[in-house]
T-cell receptor, first 112, second 113 residues
């Protein structure tokens, strides 16, 4: 099946700093999503970005499908950005079944 | 709010018992997906239903089963529960095709004692 690797696993930022989170995947995909899991466990959709670049406020994302990676940029970080950021890619498993495969996440802590 | 609802929010039960988790997809979405998030396995895809029929299967145990009803809500049944089944169970929905954006519900936190 598709392998998804996220880096770094942990990140501590001072409020106001910028950061880049990376997601590498092992095969061609037709779906790539970034999520933020807040401290209450909710998974919040950030971007649906199988290819190209999107921006939403202080967050932006870029996926280069041909090179099998995606980047999530967080600018001017705030304490409310803390949580775990997941990358998930959609493709076919070894058994031929379509599924969304999640990376292990990047745990972000923003300190005042 | 994603528009996907899940009940209950929390569930505490004993080993050997059976529980049912319920999910209502976003209005207009035909596909429902179930995921399990545990500390050791991370977020894993369990099963997908599309318009009432099973469409894809992931790492779902034989003790677990799901169905999607004519009104498109879905239920995940977990039986002969073990301590290791304690996890956060998410439901997600999408419009139609595999590859469409998936929207996640708030999850059901299951604790098996």
């Amino acid at each position: 099946g598709i392998q998804v690797e996220q880096s770094p696993p942990d990140l501590i930022l001072q409020e106001g700093a910028n950061s880049t989170l990376r997601c590498n995947f092992s095969d061609s995909v037709n779906n790539l999503q970034w999520f933020h899991q807040n401290p209450w466990g909710q998974l919040i959709n950030l971007f649906y970005i199988p290819s190209g670049t999107k921006q939403n406020g202080r967050l932006s994302a870029t996926t280069v499908a041909t090179e099998r990676y995606s980047l999530l940029y967080i600018s001017s970080s705030q304490t409310t950005d803390s949580g775990v950021y997941f990358c998930a890619v959609g493709g076919f498993s070894g058994a031929g079944s379509y599924q969304l495969t999640f990376g292990k996440g990047t745990k972000l802590s923003v300190i005042p | 709010d994603s528009g996907v609802t899940q009940t209950p929010k929390h569930l505490i039960t004993a080993t050997g018992q059976r529980v049912t988790l319920r999910c209502s997809p976003r209005s207009g979405d035909l596909s429902v997906y179930w995921y399990q998030q545990s500390l050791d396995q991370g977020l894993q895809f369990l099963i997908q239903y599309y318009n009432g029929e099973e469409r894809a299967k992931g790492n779902i145990l034989e003790r677990f089963s799901a169905q999607q009803f004519p009104d498109l809500h879905s239920e995940l049944n977990l039986s002969s529960l073990e301590l290791g089944d304690s996890a956060l169970y998410f439901c997600a929905s999408s419009v139609d095709r595999q590859g469409d954006e998936q929207y996640f519900g708030p999850g059901t936190r299951l604790t098996v004692t």
